[in-house]
């Protein structure tokens, strides 16, 4: 999983690893491949595979989560891989209060005013 230099991530991979430990990581590739083919996945697909089964989940804030984790502003172009997904789970489930405090403002900042 080597890092491109005009991907956007919510913090290191190698530190998301540190968080979620080697066990989760493999299960969420597991389940990424299963669900993405080994790709990149688009707003729609992230929105019915991934958060589907959370029914109460709006399609509004879904697309938010999305443009967070794949640092997009519009998800008509957008796109996820597997390293943006991770650090975005990473952030969200074990990150420090402050990670977990931008991650919600960047989610919540749909107009991307800062």
Do not use: Y
Not at 13 to 34: F, I, T, Y
Not at 107 to 114: E, P, V, W, Y
Request: hydrophobic residues 45%.
């Amino acid at each position: 999983m080597g890092l491109s230099g005009s991907k956007s991530l919510l913090l290191p991979l190698k530190d998301a690893h540190a968080l979620l430990g080697e066990g989760q990581v493999k299960r969420l590739a597991e389940g990424w491949n299963r669900i993405s083919l080994g790709q990149k996945i688009d707003q729609r697909t992230f929105q019915q595979a991934l958060l589907g089964q959370f029914t109460t989940i709006p399609s509004a804030l879904s697309n938010c989560i999305f443009n967070a984790f794949s640092g997009s502003a519009s998800a008509a172009r957008a796109a996820m891989d597997l390293e943006q997904f991770i650090c975005g789970i990473a952030v969200l489930t074990r990150g420090s209060h402050e990670a977990r405090a931008r991650v919600l403002f960047r989610i919540f900042d749909i107009r991307r005013l800062g």
